[in-house]
């Protein structure tokens, strides 16, 4: 037996009629049902407390990360009676967390490109350390650094990496 209280019911825009049985099971990302479900058998048969996160269908199409943590119950007798569980939504925090991943990777990224800009390299030299930085910080096959030429009105390649120098074909 699956209870679903009013606020998962908003959540996914289900009636109780359609996620009756384990056809509540269809909302979570197909990527993630077959994890989830192992973890469910897993410690239902254990009877150990979970916790897992997966993507579930919101009412609205968006995928959202939900974190549910899941613990067992007991009757007054001591006989094991289900589990009783919650299912936050994590997805902002998880958003929250990248943003601050991807400023950090800025950040190093920043300090060890102004470490080799310090070395007093020739100016070549640092524009290929910029192709090349831009290149693995993004994880690109290629990156280059352009010059444009306001009189010609053109864009030339000052420096590249991750192609043939002769050719910039993309």
Known sequence: FHYFNR??????GKSLEEVAGDRWLSLIHPEDARGFRECLEEHFAARRPFRYEYRLLRYDGEWRWIMENGTPRYDEAGRFDGFIGSAVDIQDQNDAEMRLAV??????TLATFSKYALSQRPFGELL???????????RVERAAVLEFDQERA???????????RGTLAW
């Open 7 to 12: 606020p998962w019911l908003e959540f996914t």
């Open 103 to 108: 400023r950090a990777l800025k950040q190093a």
């Open 128 to 138: 290929e350390e910029a192709a090349r930085t831009v290149r693995r910080t993004l």
């Open 154 to 164: 053109t864009l030339t390649a000052a420096a590249g990496d991750g192609f043939d």
